[in-house]
């Protein structure tokens, strides 16, 4: 029989906001009493994700005294509330009470919308019930490219020293992540639509399976130390499913007809989720949700999707169905210090000195983030489609990246010191899967990928010197 689940809401939201998903659930076999409706401050701006991690830390000790294994299903900005709660007060990943853990359209790597939310007109549009205030530090770790967001990542699912532990997979906490691929379609909520998002949350930002490397031009600038960090043993392969028919909104609603030939696919991936209870299913549940999100960007092409899709006004190929991708770059000297005014240039190697950097831009790379706190951490938003579609023509088979760094002062410069516009150059991707064998930094669909790079901090010649006698 079902036991106690615990529904978490998201940033601007309350318990309220889960009300469909606590009738959907109860109508499926739950007792009203087994579904807990939590409630946390999500718009003032003293509350950090930290500070309603520790609260629930002491709200959920209270009932894991008298159920040793619950489940939870979280929305958006709860996914990073219940992640922090999880590495913080359960440092051993084995020790935590939660049995299954749903996410559905989590922010694990941010929003395009925080940025908007911490502004002028944020704060009057989401604070004017609330003294103006919207959850300030709530949405600076929600802003793409925060250092909350990195600093979380290495504490559940990467890890740059080697093997480690996740709390989550077979044996531990089953963890399992839903999110929708379809913008808002009605009203001002339209403003935040993108490719490749559902209004609010990037699929590949949802995804907890991420890749990690950390690239060192501190020993070369042309072929640069490449070191892939370890993922945490169980976090390899966590199941997402990511639909075609629902948007940030809707994913709460598992029993609200889309008008989407399968409307109820939502429904049943969350009761298979639930009535997960050995290693052996979650294996299976993530091989069949991987069909899923295929199934999803293979409507991206069928002539009967027109209603379902979101053509890009600036590529052929592009689409809301379309596979994306998230890049996190993150740039420091080989002292340590970030490094927060540079330029990434991406390039053919077969036909430099052309136009394929515009149109690289144009068409493939959709947005680029500098976070607002630290502009050394960037996230870079990629139509993977639109790269073998539109980008791999004419005799361009792979990418590279240029990183040019400006130069601190008149005695220390990054790179080559006794050049002025010194660069680091790497190859990034190739067209071919076969040339791609020995290439560390590959770009998977739906993936964020967090690049660490590390550039020479060099000081000029007369910042020592021993004049002659």
């Not at 409307?263 to 549940?285: E, F, H, P, R, V």
């Not at 430099?352 to 515009?358: A, E, K, M």
Request: hydrophobic share 40%; glycine share 8%; with cysteine.
């Amino acid at each position: 029989m079902p036991g106690y689940v615990v529904l978490v809401h998201g940033w601007s939201a309350d318990a309220s906001s889960m009300y469909p998903l606590r009738d959907f659930l109860t109508a499926n076999g739950y007792a009203v009493t087994d579904i807990l409706l939590s409630q946390y401050v999500s718009m003032d701006d003293d509350v950090r994700v930290e500070d309603v991690a520790k609260r629930m830390a002491a709200v959920l000790d209270g009932i894991a005294a008298t159920t040793p294994r619950f489940d939870m299903i979280v929305h958006s900005t709860g996914g990073l509330v219940v992640r922090d709660w999880i590495t913080r007060a359960r440092p051993e990943p084995w020790a935590c009470p939660v049995k299954r853990l749903l996410m559905l359209a989590p922010a694990n790597f941010g929003s395009r919308l925080a940025s908007a939310g911490k502004s002028f007109v944020g704060r009057v549009v989401k604070g004017w019930d609330n003294w103006f205030e919207s959850g300030q530090e709530r949405l600076n770790a929600l802003e793409l490219a925060s250092d909350y967001q990195w600093r979380l990542a290495e504490r559940d699912l990467v890890s740059r020293d080697g093997p480690a532990l996740s709390p989550y997979g077979p044996g531990k906490t089953y963890a399992f992540i839903i999110v929708g691929s379809r913008g808002h379609t009605g009203g001002l909520e339209q403003i935040t639509n993108e490719d490749g998002s559902d209004g609010v949350v990037r699929p590949s930002a949802a995804n907890l399976n991420i890749v990690a490397v950390t690239v060192d031009f501190s020993t070369s600038e042309t072929d640069p130390e490449i070191r892939p960090w370890s993922t945490r043993q169980g976090a390899e392969a966590i199941p997402i499913a990511i639909l075609p028919d629902r948007n940030h909104g809707s994913i709460l609603q598992p029993q609200t007809d889309t008008g989407f030939a399968r409307s109820d696919q939502l429904g049943k991936l969350i009761l298979q989720a639930m009535a997960c209870d050995d290693d052996a299913t979650y294996q299976q549940i993530q091989q069949d949700w991987d069909a899923v999100t295929a199934d999803t960007a293979s409507l991206a092409e069928a002539d009967d999707a027109t209603r379902a899709r979101q053509f890009s006004q600036n590529c052929p190929s592009g689409s809301t169905l379309t596979p994306h991708m998230q890049v996190i770059v993150r740039v420091r000297d080989d002292a340590g210090h970030p490094v927060t005014d540079f330029f990434l240039e991406f390039f053919s190697p077969q036909t430099p000195g052309t136009d394929d950097t515009v149109l690289f831009q144009r068409c493939v790379l959709k947005d680029i983030h500098p976070n607002s706190l630290d502009p050394s951490i960037r996230c870079l938003f990629i139509d993977r489609d639109a790269l073998f579609k539109d980008y791999y023509q004419d005799g361009r088979t792979s990418v590279a990246l240029s990183l040019s760094a400006a130069k601190i002062g008149a005695n220390i410069r990054y790179f080559d010191a006794t050049a002025q516009g010194a660069a680091g150059h790497l190859m990034v991707h190739c067209e071919n899967a076969a040339d791609r064998a020995g290439l560390e930094g590959r770009l998977y669909r739906n993936q964020t990928h967090l690049v660490e790079i590390i550039v020479p901090r060099q000081p000029i010649d007369t910042v020592f010197a021993i004049p002659p006698p």
